[in-house]
């Protein structure tokens, strides 16, 4: 045998003796590894979901009423990132879709320890929170899933010294930025306060830097039972309208805060469905919230 076919079998019987030793295990595929639930794979849900909705008048009502509201050209402002940055934030705020609970955590402005709580999800109850956070990591996690998914200019404005909001920054062409208020909490405002609150001053801080602190890799992995519960919850209600998730995210609150039982709060949105559901994806979306937050209660 030549030498380089000698050293190639060398090479060859090596390797495989390796491998048989566990010194270098093969290569696993993502079949043999299960079902892809990583931090990355939640993110590349959201893009895709969001890209989908860019299609629904409801979208495009209202962002043609976002950039009217700000005097903005609609051709100078992304309805990517409109879209996209909107259903993060109704996912991730306080008792938004994704089901996080607001409570006193006297814990730093990141997303931390809402990565921990989740990693120890064992199964998605509807009427249970699905981790527990303060105003300034509620914040935290919306900046950094947007920033994960490509929405730049996304930040913490602290409108109190003991209060935290998170604020997009829009930067049009041959105009000034405009300061966007995503108030992840309802602290010092009223339950019809939602994306877009005029009732904080963002331009009260000088400065609002950009949240690139990486607060879990791309590869850190969910629970399967509950990425597949945010995917799902992404599917039922990020398609319907502004008016209608704030009032059945009042709801969700209500029965965290034990105000309203379960019951009462399905009946209450069934009630409200016709008051406030302007499109096919809000009647689903109230239909949606009254069929499982009686299903889990019943677990």
């Given at each position: 045998m030549g030498f380089a076919r000698s050293i190639l079998f060398r090479l060859t019987v090596f390797l495989g003796a390796s491998v048989a030793l566990g010194l270098c295990p093969p290569a696993q595929s993502q079949a043999s590894r299960g079902p892809d639930t990583s931090v990355s794979a939640l993110v590349a849900a959201l893009q895709a979901k969001s890209k989908s909705l860019e299609?629904?008048?409801?979208?495009?009502?209202?962002?043609e009423s976002?950039?009217?509201?700000?005097?903005?050209?609609?051709?100078?402002?992304?309805?990517?990132?409109?879209?996209?940055i909107r259903v993060i934030f109704e996912a991730t705020r306080d008792a938004g879709f994704w089901n996080m609970h607001w409570s006193i955590t006297d814990q730093p402005p990141n997303s931390d320890r809402i990565w921990s709580q989740w990693k120890s999800v064992a199964r998605s109850s509807f009427p249970q929170q699905t981790a527990t956070a303060e105003c300034d990591e509620l914040s935290?996690?919306?900046?950094?899933?947007?920033?994960?998914?490509?929405?730049?200019?996304?930040?913490l404005f602290w409108p109190y010294p003991n209060h935290t909001v998170a604020v997009w920054t829009i930067h049009p062409a041959h105009s000034q930025p405009v300061r966007v208020i995503a108030p992840t909490s309802q602290i010092f405002l009223t339950e019809e306060d939602t994306f877009?609150?005029?009732?904080?001053?963002p331009w009260g801080q000088k400065t609002i830097y950009d949240y690139t602190r990486r607060d879990v890799s791309d590869s850190f992995e969910l629970p399967k039972p509950l990425f597949d519960f945010f995917i799902s919850q992404l599917d039922k209600y990020s398609g319907a309208s502004t008016e209608a998730l704030q009032q059945i995210r009042n709801l969700r609150d209500a029965v965290f805060q034990r105000t309203l039982t379960p019951d009462v709060a399905a009946r209450e949105a069934l009630r409200?469905?016709?008051a406030y559901s302007r499109f096919y994806a809000d009647h689903a979306a109230f239909q949606s919230f009254a069929r499982d937050i009686r299903a889990g209660s019943a677990n």
């Amino acid at each position: 045998m030549g030498f380089a076919r000698s050293i190639l079998f060398r090479l060859t019987v090596f390797l495989g003796a390796s491998v048989a030793l566990g010194l270098c295990p093969p290569a696993q595929s993502q079949a043999s590894r299960g079902p892809d639930t990583s931090v990355s794979a939640l993110v590349a849900a959201l893009q895709a979901k969001s890209k989908s909705l860019e299609s629904s008048s409801a979208e495009r009502r209202a962002f043609e009423s976002f950039v009217a509201q700000h005097k903005l050209s609609s051709g100078n402002t992304s309805f990517s990132d409109f879209v996209l940055i909107r259903v993060i934030f109704e996912a991730t705020r306080d008792a938004g879709f994704w089901n996080m609970h607001w409570s006193i955590t006297d814990q730093p402005p990141n997303s931390d320890r809402i990565w921990s709580q989740w990693k120890s999800v064992a199964r998605s109850s509807f009427p249970q929170q699905t981790a527990t956070a303060e105003c300034d990591e509620l914040s935290a996690l919306f900046a950094f899933l947007a920033t994960r998914a490509g929405v730049h200019n996304v930040g913490l404005f602290w409108p109190y010294p003991n209060h935290t909001v998170a604020v997009w920054t829009i930067h049009p062409a041959h105009s000034q930025p405009v300061r966007v208020i995503a108030p992840t909490s309802q602290i010092f405002l009223t339950e019809e306060d939602t994306f877009d609150t005029k009732k904080f001053d963002p331009w009260g801080q000088k400065t609002i830097y950009d949240y690139t602190r990486r607060d879990v890799s791309d590869s850190f992995e969910l629970p399967k039972p509950l990425f597949d519960f945010f995917i799902s919850q992404l599917d039922k209600y990020s398609g319907a309208s502004t008016e209608a998730l704030q009032q059945i995210r009042n709801l969700r609150d209500a029965v965290f805060q034990r105000t309203l039982t379960p019951d009462v709060a399905a009946r209450e949105a069934l009630r409200r469905e016709n008051a406030y559901s302007r499109f096919y994806a809000d009647h689903a979306a109230f239909q949606s919230f009254a069929r499982d937050i009686r299903a889990g209660s019943a677990n």
